[in-house]
């Protein structure tokens, strides 16, 4: 199952996507599948139809939880030991853009850069939660890319600037409930070139743990998001560049770069 926000002009809907890629449609449900039950309201849309554009799927009333060097080569290449324990920046809910949403490339920075992850939504008020039951207080998982001014998070002691500018957290293209996933690929291409291609199960910490552990630091609301970090391969984002992240078994979120 995939679950799609999306709009037709109006005010942001929710759907049921059904069919092969290029060929999707959409079973609208009335309501906000996070926080009630829905049903078919009988409307079906096709996604390719003029007009009709996916949103971001779900937009964090709370706040995005993001986790740092979680793959090992990816520590290594920024030259950075491997953390002992999973170490934790926010971004803010207004970072978070959607499919084919600009990535707008602020003026204070000269290297912006890609991350591709996969990303936890969380379903279930969660606090304290043990390992063992974490997965339960999963809604479902996302696509992410977690833009970073990397130069910004070299000079600055914190990384609120450099991962928390608006446009920073794409996400996309819908939510897939009742995934395993601990051994998926994730992917970044720009202009269509590979740049990072890792897979889940190279994660230093998995989505179990990373669950449980953020849950003791904070509590977690319905609609919260975890990023779970980032294989090797980052690199630079410039004007015009089209960048697409894919983790398998979700789908590709594409987003185009431009500078104002």
């Known amino acids: 199952m995939r679950i799609a926000r999306f709009t037709t002009g109006g005010d942001p809907r929710f759907a049921l996507v059904e ?25 079906r849309v096709r996604l390719a139809e003029e007009g009709v554009r996916l949103l971001a799927p779900v937009i964090p009333r709370s706040k995005v939880v993001g986790v740092g060097r979680n793959y090992a ?26 499919p084919d949403d600009p990535i707008v490339l602020p003026d204070w920075s000269e290297q912006v850069e890609h991350e591709a992850e996969l990303a936890v939504v969380i379903g279930k008020v969660t606090r304290n939660v043990a390992a063992e039951d974490a997965l339960s207080k999963v809604f479902g998982y996302t696509v992410a890319n977690d833009v970073t001014a990397r130069d910004i998070q070299r000079t600055d002691a914190q990384w609120t600037r450099a991962k928390g500018f608006d446009s920073a957290c794409p996400l996309g293209p819908w939510i897939v409930p009742g995934l395993d996933v601990d051994d998926l690929f994730v992917r970044a291409r720009v202009n269509g070139t590979t740049r990072q291609d890792g897979r889940t199960s190279q994660m230093v910490f998995d989505v179990a743990y990373l ?27 410039v004007e ?21």
């Open 19 to 43: 069919g092969d890629p290029g060929d999707e449609e959409l079973i609208v449900v009335s309501g906000d599948p996070l926080y009630q039950a829905t049903q078919p309201t009988g409307e």
């Open 240 to 260: 015009r560049d089209v960048v697409e992240v894919e983790v398998e078994d979700i789908g590709v979120l594409r987003n185009p770069v431009i500078r104002r």
């Open 211 to 237: 669950v449980s552990y953020v849950s003791e630091v904070f509590t977690l609301l319905p609609g919260d998001v975890i990023l779970t970090g980032t294989p090797a391969g980052v690199g630079p984002l």
């Open 73 to 98: 080569e990816h520590a290594a290449e920024l030259g950075n030991a491997v953390p002992a324990a999973p170490l934790l920046f926010l971004k803010p809910n207004t970072s978070v853009i959607g």
